[in-house]
């Protein structure tokens, strides 16, 4: 697999060396600042979106569920044959010559998902306010060069992010599923230029508001452009996962660790082509953590992305994604609990409207899973009509609309 990403890899930077326009792989929506008092000490802004779609699903499995034998084969687009509320989001900023302050909140059945480590709350009950923080921090720009930000905030792993208006696809890939989705800690980023770029960090953990041990997590990011329009990421964060053990309450090993690269080419002014490529490992602790054999698991995967702007308001867009969890690293599992790989291939149109406020994307995706080498044919990854796992794939056609402000 190692070989295949590695080809995968080379053979997109060579085909794309003509890249012209800069293109974030992580790009924030914007909003207008709102100028307060007379000597503009400081501006507000204010942002977010809200999305709805409907998922039709080929199979028309019984449970109306897309989410497969193990419950992880989608993230967001869950449910099948109705029509569903996405995330609400509302972003606010305050920001001086030295300071920004930022508090991006999210609700609906989407925001639960994405911030599953902040259900719990602090008493153990079964919710808490903090659920509703998608990323709240501080960020101290201390010269022209360096910045130091503090809190809780989205991850730096990965090419596709938690916002609906800000990825192409609508629905997320398996590298997004199965990697990290935030972090709380302090990290701090030094731009040599502005095409090149070093950030290290501190974190408790992985996607959740407190650490269940007292080690701590690295974070980093390498950001360089070699020439106008091409972006190099190269991300990466290794943590102690482990839980105490609990007869000596003694700390233990159990080293999660990804490392990441994501690249965009802005070919020119309507076509566009990005990558992702990642690996990950996490070891078995004491107490029986996540993976499912003894020792290290690994999992990895690659995605390429293309997009083609046919007019100013109507363009497509594809997504070819090969994930492998043979391991059992991870959730992505087959219906025997077992680690299993998917290939998926994702199609979206992209129609703007009002004004480029309202975002309209109908979308088809084939997820194509390996059959189990036991169980025969009741013991599939995807229900069918009947109720009964029979099927090794699924397809999905779907619609959704989302207004930005």
Same mark, same amino acid.
């Given at each position: 697999?190692?070989?295949?990403?590695?080809?995968?890899?080379?053979?997109?930077?060579?085909?794309?060396?003509?890249?012209?326009?800069?293109?974030?792989?992580?790009?924030?929506?914007v909003?207008?600042?709102?100028?307060?008092?007379?000597?503009?000490?400081?501006?507000?802004?204010?942002?977010?979106?809200?999305?709805?779609y409907?998922?039709?699903?080929?199979?028309?499995?019984?449970s109306?569920?897309?989410?497969?034998?193990?419950?992880?084969?989608?993230?967001?687009?869950?449910?099948?044959?109705?029509?569903?509320?996405?995330?609400?989001?509302?972003k606010? $900023?305050?920001?001086?010559?030295?300071?920004? +302050?930022v =508090?991006? %909140?999210?609700?609906?059945? #989407?925001? &639960?998902?994405?911030?599953?480590?902040?259900?719990i709350?602090?008493?153990?009950?079964?919710?808490?306010?903090l659920a509703?923080?998608?990323?709240a921090?501080?960020?101290?720009?201390?010269?022209?060069?360096?910045?130091?930000?503090?809190?809780?905030?989205?991850?730096?792993?990965?090419?596709?992010?938690?916002?609906?208006?800000?990825?192409?696809?609508?629905?997320?890939?398996?590298?997004?599923?199965?990697?990290?989705?935030?972090?709380?800690?302090?990290? $701090?980023?030094?731009?040599?230029?502005?095409? +090149?770029? =070093?950030? %290290?960090?501190?974190?408790n #953990?992985? &996607?959740?508001?407190?650490?269940n041990?007292?080690?701590?997590?690295?974070i980093?990011?390498l950001?360089?452009?070699?020439?106008?329009?091409?972006?190099?990421?190269?991300?990466?964060?290794?943590?102690?996962?482990?839980?105490?053990?609990?007869?000596?309450?003694?700390?233990?090993?159990?080293?999660?660790?990804?490392?990441?690269?994501?690249?965009?080419?802005?070919?020119?002014?309507?076509?566009?082509?990005?990558?992702?490529?990642?690996?990950?490992?996490?070891?078995?602790?004491?107490?029986?953590?996540?993976?499912?054999?003894?020792?290290?698991?690994?999992?990895?995967?690659?995605?390429v992305?293309?997009?083609?702007?046919l007019?100013?308001?109507?363009g497509?867009?594809?997504?070819?994604?090969?994930?492998?969890?043979?391991?059992?690293?991870?959730?992505?599992?087959?219906?025997f609990?077992?680690?299993t790989?998917?290939?998926?291939?994702?199609?979206?149109?992209?129609?703007?409207a009002?004004?480029?406020?309202l975002?309209?994307?109908?979308?088809?995706?084939?997820?194509?899973?390996?059959?189990?080498?036991?169980?025969?044919?009741?013991?599939?990854?995807?229900?069918?009509?009947?109720?009964?796992?029979?099927?090794?794939?699924?397809a999905?056609?779907?619609l959704?609309?989302?207004?930005?402000?």
């Amino acid at each position: 697999m190692k070989k295949t990403l590695l080809l995968i890899c080379c053979s997109f930077s060579v085909l794309l060396s003509k890249a012209q326009d800069s293109t974030s792989t992580k790009p924030q929506v914007v909003a207008t600042p709102m100028e307060t008092g007379s000597e503009n000490k400081g501006k507000f802004t204010f942002s977010g979106y809200i999305d709805t779609y409907y998922s039709g699903n080929f199979n028309n499995p019984r449970s109306s569920s897309n989410l497969g034998a193990a419950g992880t084969a989608r993230v967001f687009d869950q449910r099948s044959g109705q029509i569903l509320l996405g995330l609400i989001q509302t972003k606010i $900023g305050y920001s001086t010559d030295k300071v920004d +302050a930022v =508090l991006d %909140l999210t609700f609906g059945p #989407n925001a &639960d998902l994405g911030n599953y480590g902040n259900v719990i709350g602090p008493l153990g009950g079964g919710g808490t306010s903090l659920a509703a923080i998608k990323q709240a921090y501080i960020n101290w720009k201390v010269s022209d060069k360096f910045a130091v930000m503090a809190g809780q905030f989205g991850t730096h792993i990965g090419y596709e992010v938690i916002d609906a208006p800000v990825n192409y696809n609508y629905s997320l890939s398996n590298l997004f599923n199965n990697g990290p989705f935030y972090h709380t800690g302090v990290k $701090g980023t030094y731009a040599f230029s502005d095409r +090149a770029s =070093l950030m %290290l960090g501190v974190v408790n #953990n992985v &996607d959740s508001w407190k650490d269940n041990n007292k080690a701590k997590g690295i974070i980093g990011q390498l950001f360089f452009s070699p020439a106008a329009g091409w972006n190099v990421y190269l991300n990466g964060i290794v943590s102690n996962e482990a839980n105490p053990d609990t007869a000596t309450l003694a700390q233990v090993k159990g080293m999660y660790s990804v490392f990441d690269l994501a690249t965009t080419y802005q070919i020119t002014e309507r076509f566009y082509l990005g990558l992702n490529a990642a690996m990950g490992s996490q070891k078995k602790d004491l107490q029986g953590s996540y993976p499912l054999k003894e020792g290290t698991s690994k999992w990895g995967g690659v995605a390429v992305y293309t997009n083609y702007a046919l007019t100013s308001k109507f363009g497509l867009g594809a997504r070819y994604e090969y994930f492998d969890n043979s391991d059992g690293a991870r959730g992505l599992r087959n219906s025997f609990g077992e680690g299993t790989s998917v290939n998926s291939i994702t199609v979206t149109g992209n129609i703007t409207a009002a004004d480029g406020n309202l975002l309209i994307k109908p979308e088809f995706r084939l997820d194509s899973y390996a059959k189990p080498s036991t169980g025969g044919a009741e013991a599939q990854q995807f229900e069918d009509s009947e109720g009964n796992y029979t099927k090794s794939s699924q397809a999905t056609l779907g619609l959704a609309l989302i207004y930005k402000f």
